[in-house]
């Protein structure tokens, strides 16, 4: 592992991460808990993926695992796609 893949580094690019939730209600469950962890900036919300995918910016550097942790408890996954998104 490596600190790119392990945290949300700040910046325009942030994090893609896919999730198993299907209904938008839920990704704004997810959203708001998000919302709660210090140092994310916001999330843009891709509905018209499946499996859908939540992008996460930072204004400080967050560990993956801490994202993960937040969504789990809700009952769902967030899976980081991959390290640099286009």
Known sequence: MSLLSENVIPGN???VFGTNVKEPQTLE???SALELIDGIKNMVLHLDIYPRE????????VTVKEI???????G?????K???PT
Do not use: C, N, Q
């Not at 993960?68 to 809700?74: C, F, P």
């Open 13 to 15: 690019r942030g994090k």
């Open 29 to 31: 469950k997810i959203k």
């Open 76 to 80: 769902f996954h967030a899976i980081p």
């Open 82 to 84: 991959h390290d640099y």
């Open 68 to 74: 993960e942790d937040a969504v789990k408890a809700i």
């Open 54 to 61: 939540l992008t996460i910016h930072t204004s400080k550097m």
